[in-house]
RNA sequence: UGGGGUGUCGCCAAGCGGUAAGGCACGGGGUUUUGGAUCCCGCACUGCGAAGGUUCGAAUCCUUCCACCCCAGCCA
């Protein structure tokens, strides 16, 4: 994490260049998604970035759609992909912008490089431009079209735009140097023909579409953009962004810097859309938004907050190493924002019955219950007390180990918010499993405390059998086993685990979305598959669990 | 084997010639009506991919080497 004095390396180029008084000190970047899948914490790194370098120079950033290619892109992943950048908590204001918007400039630039013999139209199949284009270590060789005319391209360009070329059949080609040891410099595609698949904006009213490598510069240069944001693997694109601004330099006003930082990896999961959409159709998950998915839509669902995403964000910094992150910083995040502002509650999740004996039959108390230790301004709420409760199943041990503070014959423990027990009784099945067990209570002890201030090792929750109510609990574990996940095989089978627990009732009208603190399990929030008589709960991120550790040394 | 990048603690990441920030993870302790939270302490003892060199002084400059990542879509 960066302390306020220092600033990452592109903060470090912005700074230096208002310090050279470039683009009148003026700070605009641009997220710019390509509408053909749904956004993930990868994205959100990205967005985090552009949207707060603005903010803390004083600039825009605009959110962009870069929707050059019909055949892969959707209205619906537009809709979507807004919704989750403002969920995040940020604003573009009118800056919504598409790359289609362009798409009559971005023709006439075209024309422009035509008639500066710095294009050709190219009519190579594919794989005869794959041929032309050599290897890594021999250079390529020009196109047979390569010194076609200016005013024959003119002619082919305005035949290609009216539709006079089949598919596949011609392109539109930059003319810069085939021998050049960037591949991307050797005659790169600039315009494609795309029939029979109308675009999600601008219908059938082209059937030529501009290529990324093309367009992102132009587009860039239009609106302004001062620095222009984007991944490693577009670093050996930049002398390509760059030709093509300095070749038009008559036609846009300005000359965008593109830095490029390194994309995130998380440890557990993956990030490529390939790879999420296969998990989504092979129907290992529900869909883009499973909890499971380290998508924006899957997170929310999950009950990530965007105030905890934006401090990962923060927290993982900015360069250009290739790294991927532990998701413990990810779910470190989150549980200090969810520690909070959740309300606890009591949710008892494997029941393990509990009759305390020396309690009357048919009285019950209700007792005082503070929603959140951190926060004394969310209240308190009144719990249902009772002869018989449920204590979760793991809490008690007939022969218990070392350093186990829970229940076991003769250990007394303390009831959260309720009364000290003691173990008297416990009742099993034939095959010798623990069903029951009988307790005793003090008196003495309500609220959870005692005059001789006698110590008890442990607390556990517990509810109420009477008024308890039941709901669907959904256990999450991380996708892949495997910290580096490469193949399917990597997948964790028991990555979601339902069970049926027992919440305090004044959980019975919690909304979708709702945030709360199972009391000693974790943060949980209501799923939309809620019903009214059923309630669903997905497990946001488990509490911190140091008992765990002990008894795995313990072993 | 061409080009472009990157290598600082288990994982991120500061450092920009003056003697290795911070976070996560991990370990120890205090406190605690969540084995939660919180607080304190420890955590790169000539070490910054390696080897040489320049310098009073090098993670920072120079040289050579090594490792890893990206590029041969009419995808972005």
Redesign the pocket.
Known sequence: ???PE????IE?IINQDIVLNKNNKRVETRF?P?PNGHLHIGHAKSICLNFGLAAKYNGVCHLRF?D??PT?EEAEYVEAIKRDVKWLGFDWGKHLYYTSDYFDKLYVCALELIKKHKAFVCH???DE??QY?G???HTGQNSPYRECSIDENLKLFEGMRMGEFE?????LRARIDMSS????MRD??LY??IKNTPHHRTGTMWCI?P???YSHPISDAIEGITHSICT??????RPLYDWILNELSSFVCCHPKQIEF?RLNLTNTVMSKRKLLELVAVGYVTGWDDPRMPTISGLRRRGYTPEAIRKFCE????????????I??LE?CL??DL?LRSP?VMAVLNPLRVVIDNYPEDKHEELDAEN???DPDMGSRKILFGRVIYIEQNDFCEQPPK????LSPGQEV?L??AYYIKCAAVIKDEEGKVVEIHCTYDPETK???SKDSRKVL??LHWVSAEHAIPAEVRLYSSLFIKPNPKEAEDLNPNSLIKCTALVEPCLAKASVGSQY?F??HGYFCVDIDSAPDMLVFNQTVA?????A??QKEIQ
Not at 167 to 171: A, I, K, P
Not at 232 to 237: A, I, N
Not at 315 to 326: F, L, M, Q
């Open positions: 994490m960066k302390t220092s600033f990452n390396f470090d710019p390509e870069d050059t290619n892969k190579l199949s594919p431009i794959r284009r290897t890594l270590t598919e596949g059949s011609c392109v040891p960037n591949l991307n790169p595609v494609r023909i579409y290529s990324y490598d490693l693997e577009f670093e050996d694109h390194a927290a993982i910094g900015v360069a250009k190493a290739n790294s991927v992150v532990d413990a910083l470190h549980r200090e520690n606890r959140n230790p951190e350093k186990f503070f829970r303390r959260k918010h609220g959870g405390w442990g607390t603190q009391l000693r509490l911190r669990d140091s008992w550790k002990t």
